[in-house]
């Protein structure tokens, strides 16, 4: 188990470096070796030990900075000379079989290394893009152990739980999960597979890149240079006899209609798209070109996800100066002002700035009858999401709020991540005199049409 003092191989690869640049000199060969070498693993398994998701090295005019991504949030660890630029990038590639004479053009690829610790190999997906100071590398550690594909762990409350497992249990239809990048949607999508690979189910999985392999399951990787997109992979499953089909995301019409015509022919089939919430997931559908009708026929939920930074439970603490104003235009209701407990993380050895991990926020839209016929109706966004809310819909902003009643994450991450949709309010609330929207930079008092 070798030991990396950082700072001592930093000023190692310098006199390689300047050795290196002598022999250049001399017209002999230039290498950097040894010292490098520890100097990429070090930043590598420092951020397996540290539990990082995403390692930053990016060059600057002036700087060469290291910066992990961690529960969510950036921090910088390392300053590099900037001499050594060009040595440590090419050392990647080496290590992601990447073309080390390329600068022009963004190149992706896969490291794997041993970790000291661990029995198995650990994956590293390795994106380098040319910026104006250099190349820029971002990696994403692909930990299998830190999957969580247990469902029941990933913040659902008990309702949403039930319905989700309802849902899994339908024999065909579409499943959804939607929100940004980074929102946790991979993890759901696989924990829902898993919990359903039994021997007698076939499961195909389209995805673009395959992050993480499971016994059981057939994964193919999309490439759309050789033209395996996602809608040539759906058509060769429904050749493939499945009952489950996963693909990794809706992105054009042709997917979305191969998979609505696999979702009402036997199949459940599961897929991502990038939109807000679950309202907007079936204007989005709409939108796209598929006709109302197959919409509502097709889908069985739709799961909206945000992840929130859960707090410390070792620093966490009760914070009482929130004025009730504040608490209201939240979203919390008037009865639950003088019950809400607010906490905090204080900050301790064991966290990171009062935060621990990461808990899922979830909106979950069944689509119950009453829903079908008004996506078949095509009802406005918002009457569909006022609807939603009437058949038992939590909105993101409301399964937020409940998290921070329960002390798993704070009001300042509830209000970052979510935001609160007038729908979701209580006819009381939506009085001009107690609350404040705002609409872009404008504020909008309800009942005032005048904006001003």
Same mark, same amino acid.
């Given at each position: 188990?070798?030991?990396?003092?950082? $700072?001592?191989?930093?000023?190692? %690869?310098?006199?390689?470096?300047?050795?290196?640049?002598?022999?250049?000199?001399?017209? $002999?060969?230039?290498?950097?070796?040894?010292?490098?070498?520890?100097?990429?693993? +070090?930043?590598?398994?420092?951020?397996?030990?540290?539990?990082?998701?995403?390692?930053?090295?990016?060059?600057?005019?002036?700087?060469?900075?290291?910066?992990?991504?961690?529960?969510?949030?950036?921090?910088?660890?390392?300053?590099? @000379?900037?001499?050594?630029?060009?040595?440590?990038?090419?050392?990647?590639?080496?290590?992601?079989?990447?073309?080390?004479?390329?600068?022009?053009?963004? #190149?992706?690829?896969?490291?794997?290394?041993?970790?000291?610790?661990?029995?198995? @190999?650990?994956?590293?997906?390795? /994106?380098?893009?040319?910026?104006?100071?250099?190349?820029?590398?971002?990696?994403?550690?692909?930990?299998?152990?830190?999957?969580?594909?247990?469902?029941? &762990?990933?913040?659902?409350?008990?309702?949403?739980?039930?319905?989700?497992? &309802?849902?899994?249990?339908?024999?065909?239809?579409?499943?959804?999960?939607? +929100?940004? =990048?980074?929102?946790?949607?991979?993890?759901?999508?696989?924990?829902?597979? %898993?919990?359903?690979?039994?021997?007698?189910?076939?499961?195909? !999985?389209?995805?673009?890149?395959?992050?993480?392999?499971?016994?059981?399951?057939?994964?193919?990787?999309?490439?759309?240079?050789?033209?395996? !997109?996602?809608?040539?992979?759906?058509?060769?499953?429904?050749?493939?006899?499945?009952?489950?089909?996963?693909?990794?995301?809706?992105?054009?019409?042709?997917?979305?209609?191969?998979? *609505?015509?696999?979702?009402?022919?036997?199949?459940?089939?599961?897929?991502?798209?990038?939109?807000?919430?679950?309202?907007? !997931?079936?204007?989005?559908?709409?939108?796209?070109?598929?006709? @109302?009708?197959?919409?509502?026929?097709?889908?069985?939920?739709?799961?909206? #996800?945000?992840?929130?930074?859960?707090?410390?439970?070792?620093?966490?603490?009760? *914070?009482?100066?929130?004025?009730?104003?504040?608490?209201?235009?939240?979203?919390?209701?008037?009865?639950?002002? /003088?019950?809400?407990?607010?906490?905090?993380?204080?900050?301790?050895?064991?966290? =990171?700035?009062?935060?621990?991990?990461?808990? $899922?926020?979830?909106?979950?839209?069944?689509?119950?009858?009453?829903?079908?016929?008004?996506? =078949?109706?095509?009802?406005?966004?918002?009457?569909?999401?006022?609807?939603?809310? &009437?058949?038992?819909?939590?909105?993101?902003?409301?399964?937020?709020?409940?998290? %921070?009643?329960?002390?798993?994450?704070?009001?300042?991450? %509830?209000?970052?991540?979510?935001?609160?949709?007038?729908?979701?309010? @209580?006819?009381?609330?939506?009085?001009?005199?107690?609350?404040?929207?705002?609409?872009?930079?404008?504020?909008?008092?309800?009942?005032?049409?005048?904006?001003?």
């Amino acid at each position: 188990n070798e030991t990396y003092d950082m $700072g001592e191989i930093i000023s190692s %690869v310098e006199d390689e470096l300047e050795i290196a640049k002598e022999d250049e000199d001399e017209g $002999g060969p230039v290498t950097v070796d040894a010292a490098l070498i520890r100097l990429v693993n +070090g930043i590598l398994i420092k951020a397996v030990q540290n539990g990082v998701s995403d390692i930053h090295i990016e060059p600057y005019e002036k700087r060469y900075r290291v910066r992990y991504r961690k529960d969510g949030a950036l921090f910088e660890d390392l300053i590099l @000379p900037l001499q050594m630029k060009n040595a440590l990038v090419s050392r990647i590639k080496i290590m992601s079989n990447l073309n080390i004479a390329e600068k022009r053009v963004p #190149q992706d690829g896969r490291i794997k290394i041993k970790v000291p610790g661990r029995e198995k @190999p650990l994956d590293f997906r390795v /994106s380098i893009l040319p910026t104006l100071f250099g190349e820029s590398v971002v990696m994403r550690i692909l930990d299998q152990t830190k999957l969580q594909t247990d469902l029941t &762990k990933l913040g659902f409350s008990q309702w949403a739980m039930d319905v989700f497992q &309802k849902g899994l249990e339908s024999p065909q239809g579409l499943v959804l999960v939607t +929100g940004p =990048t980074g929102s946790g949607k991979t993890n759901t999508l696989y924990s829902a597979v %898993v919990s359903l690979n039994t021997e007698d189910v076939k499961i195909l !999985t389209a995805e673009d890149p395959v992050e993480f392999n499971f016994d059981g399951i057939n994964q193919v990787l999309v490439r759309n240079e050789v033209g395996l !997109t996602f809608a040539a992979a759906l058509k060769s499953f429904l050749r493939q006899d499945p009952e489950i089909i996963l693909i990794g995301e809706i992105r054009d019409l042709e997917t979305a209609e191969i998979a *609505v015509k696999a979702s009402i022919t036997g199949h459940l089939v599961f897929s991502t798209l990038h939109t807000n919430d679950c309202p907007s !997931t079936v204007s989005r559908l709409i939108d796209i070109g598929i006709q @109302p009708y197959l919409v509502s026929t097709a889908l069985v939920l739709i799961l909206a #996800q945000r992840l929130l930074r859960r707090l410390c439970t070792k620093c966490k603490e009760e *914070v009482t100066d929130i004025p009730h104003q504040t608490l209201l235009e939240a979203g919390f209701t008037k009865e639950e002002l /003088s019950t809400v407990k607010i906490q905090r993380g204080a900050g301790c050895p064991a966290c =990171t700035k009062g935060y621990k991990g990461r808990v $899922g926020n979830f909106e979950l839209m069944e689509c119950t009858e009453g829903l079908k016929v008004a996506i =078949t109706a095509r009802v406005p966004e918002d009457q569909l999401r006022k609807i939603a809310i &009437k058949e038992g819909m939590l909105t993101l902003r409301r399964d937020g709020l409940n998290k %921070v009643i329960e002390g798993v994450t704070t009001l300042e991450e %509830v209000i970052a991540n979510t935001v609160l949709t007038k729908e979701a309010l @209580p006819a009381y609330l939506l009085n001009p005199d107690e609350l404040v929207f705002e609409d872009g930079d404008l504020i909008i008092r309800e009942g005032n049409t005048d904006k001003n």
